[in-house]
């Protein structure tokens, strides 16, 4: 029995053996199995992961394309500073070193911040600026202390610089850190390859226009890295290839000169070299800093210049829109000539005001008692709203339109920064759109003189002069004259050639340019602004309303400040063969004559003789001001 | 003389688990130095363990059968002592009450049980050899259960089951009734969600962590992905000695102890896999074979348990660096960095050849 029980527990074993060693099999068959699935058949897919694990690719930033005025001076340019940054990824208690550290080289509040909000944005594994534009003393201390602190390093990095500062800062625009909408924008674009997130950006005039101009093409470093964050070594670099250079045709110290003519008038003026449509200068004032932006401008400043009610941060030359004024009566009068409704000679009495058949209705003149006969000449030269009035009434809304549509207004010019917009020129369709109204006659009146609906900006202005100035050429107003490839030094021309002409006979005009050259002599509403100059000078005054004191007197004095009239000018010199055409809006200047008028002189006796323009006259309101 | 001192060394040394042996652990040598970044100090560590644990090995399998029959009780009751001290006065480290501090040095006594366990077993189902009854199967599982809670409320999860593992081997191979087992499995079963919630946080996030690794990829599912991608990345031939990056850059954790067969697969490949995999068949083969020949009841079943567990070691390491089985601290026998567990492995292979050894010396 108990021999019997023997054998079969052995037997029992042995067969519970044969099982273990069955199951043993088969485990390690799905062990081979499973290994053969991870290093024969996924084997790509881990090896790309091993290698995405180990290869760091580290954007290397290409130097971004310097902004050159005419004469080579430089708007925008890169320096090289040293900047304190940290490596979060190697760091335990970021809030404890940044402490440490600021005992040992000065950390603001600011700088925290910034360092937050890149923090919040970046990936773990780069490295995070702290401390930006460290002196040679600041640099020094850190490195005499540097073992103290790991996963904080110090490296070179480019900075981008508006050696000018306010001057031209409308144009030249500024950079800032790329946002979310900035790369997904570009992801739309298709542009997104060529940036990291913790890059710059054009975020303002050239530099948001010419981005991809002056951004060149980031290069790639794939540095070998362990886990920890260490670089080993570098296995392969692909280049950066540096932004092209813009060279414009803005010339700054002009910009200068037209800038400190506004003294403190907010305003904008814009001039045109005829010749090529190039931009020579782009007044916006009040200006703003752009330094202020690249490394993120403080809240409180930013409020200070969003919430003041001098809009700096608006460019007004091409955002800003106003009426035209009397800046108008130089196309009316081309318009009349060119239309067959007036001639030289044709003459009317003004009696002061103009009343219009049927309604009776009464437009009075700037000039109480009126101007007696007037001729376009005169007209011009004195501005005579009478004249204008009933020349409107004779043409009509279409004519005016299909006619003064030719010189750019009421669209935009297409100049080389975004933002611009378009204006109103008023016609019948555009009334029955808007406001479902039929266009009344009374409405043409108004726009004959530049007032009523009429809406330009001073770019549109500029331009529109610079047509009259070059007889008839129209060209896209742009401030880039050059690109300058990186890599060759080759130079592109932006658009040298008129894009169309508006067909103008010679002798129309040359009526009014020679109306436009008494303007600025005696007899002329710029009488003052024009003495003594040394070329010919062909110009227009203007007045736009801010309030509806349509055909009455006012007290200029006794209305506040914001409400008075905004001053406006367009003018070109030498009229025989303009070289520069301007368009000047002087906010709440009052009479063009007096403030808007006095800058264009400044701005052409520099261009033009290199008259350097002295303190601002304060007899400007006494003298032969007269008219608008 | 020398061939008599030879003589001497050898007679309990079996050769097949020998040759065995000795290649597992100079292959270990090898991927240990690319494992610990070419330290000739952490080398030089592992090479003096394993002249230890050679020894223990030594002594084990020239301890005559009867003797180790007759320790078997006190090792187990030494054990079981050593746990409960454990318990109460144990030292702590990362979480876990294991380490007994005993001035000079530190022990775990988890891993004594390793081997107390199936012999304790080996011993008692021996005493009742032909006359094995339920309750005898009863009261080994007791024998089994109460060391293997001492250690799971450690926390210790990896040893636990393999004291577990090694005591239900013995009860396995002695014959416990499959409907028996059965019943166990589907009462294992049951009980799961209850052993679930039994479960520390960091456990469970083990096990859920296996089922996708991605859900954490930097904390709980990091060691999984890196061990699958080093793996997965060596390919057929491996990226050779030395130059596998997930291991030479760090990236893999725990990289010269439980996860040194990725290091081993990245850089072999898995040609080298194939080749490390058949010793170790062979060495678990070989230990089968001693056990279907092993003299006693005790011997049969002690040889057989010892195996299986080895056996255990080894799946349960490659499941878990291959992401079959959740992150438990299990070493790869022979292998891995870490002197006890080189000991308590050595010394089952010196029960193995010691049970081999005495068979063909004292027949009964």
Known sequence: MELRDHQRELHLFQMRLAIAAFVVAGIFVVILSRLFYLQVIQHDYYELLAEQNRVNIVPVVPHRGLILDRNGVTLASNYAAYTLEITPSQVGDLNALIGELSNLIEITPKDRRRFQKLLEEEPDFSSIPIRTRLNDEEVARFAVNRYRFPGVQINARLFRHYPNNEVASHVVGY???????????????????????????????????????????????????????????????????????????????????????????????????????????????????????????????????????????????????????????????LAGLELGKRTASYTINDPGYFVLGGSGHVFRDWKAGGHGIVDMHKAIVQSCDTYFYGLAQDLGIDMIHDFIAQFGFGRRTGIDIAGEVGGLLPSREWKEQRFNQRWYVGDTISVGIGQGYNLVTPLQLALATSIIANGGRIFRPHLVQQVQNSQTNDLTTIEPYPLAEVPLQPRYLDLVRNAMVDVTRPGGTAAWAGRGAKYSFAGKTGTAQVIGLRGQQYDEDSIAKRHRDHALFIGFAPAEAPKIAVAIMVENGGHGSSTAAPIARKVLDYYLLGIEPKALATSAHDEGSEGD | MINRLLAFVGRHLDRQLMVLVTLILATGILVLFSASGGSAERTTSHIINIAIALTVMWIAANIPLHYLARIALPLYLFGLILLIIVEVIGVEAKGAQRWLNLGFMRIQPSEVMKIAVPMMLAWYFDRYEAVLRFRNFVTATILVIVPVLLIARQPDLGTALLV?????????????????????????????????????????????????????????GYHTIQSTIAMGSGGFLGKGWLNGTQSQLEFLPERSTDFIFAVYGEEFGLLGNMILITLFVLLIARGLVIAANAPTMFSRLLAGGVTLTFFTYVFVNMGMVGGLLPVVGVPLPLISYGGTALVTLLFGVGLLMSIRTNRRLVQT
């Not at chain 1, 800038?259 to 003026?269: I, K, M, P, T, V």
């Not at chain 1, 020579?280 to 490394?295: I, K, M, T, Y």
């Not at chain 2, 239900?168 to 919630?197: E, T």
């Open chain 2, 164 to 220: 577990a593992a090694a005591g239900f081997y013995v009860l396995f191979l002695a014959g416990l009734s499959m409907r028996l087992l059965f019943g166990i499995m589907v009462a294992g079963i049951a009980a799961l969600p209850f052993l679930w919630n039994s479960l520390h946080d960091y456990q469970k996030q083990r096990v859920l962590t296996l089922i996708d690794p991605m859900q954490d990829p930097l904390g709980a």
């Open chain 1, 175 to 333: 950079i800032g850190r790329l946002s979310e909408a900035d790369f997904s924008r570009l992801q739309q674009k298709g542009l997104a390859y060529n940036y990291t997130k913790s890059d710059y950006i054009g975020k303002v005039g050239l530099e948001e226009y010419y981005e991809q101009e002056l951004r060149g093409v980031t290069g790639y470093e794939h540095v070998e890295t362990d886990a920890n964050g260490h670089s080993i070594r570098t296995l392969r670099s692909i280049l950066p290839v540096s932004g092209n250079n813009l060279l414009l045709a803005l010339d700054v110290r002009l910009q200068r000169v037209a800038e400190a003519a506004f003294g403190d008038y907010r305003g904008s003026l814009v001039a045109i070299d005829p010749e090529t449509g190039g931009v020579l200068a782009l007044v916006s004032r009040p200006g703003f800093d752009p330094n202020l932006f690249v490394e993120g401008i403080e809240p409180a400043q930013w409020a200070a210049l969003n919430d003041s009610p001098d809009h700096p941060l608006n460019n007004r030359a091409l955002q800003g829109v106003y009426p035209p004024g009397s800046t108008f009566k130089p196309f009316m009068a």
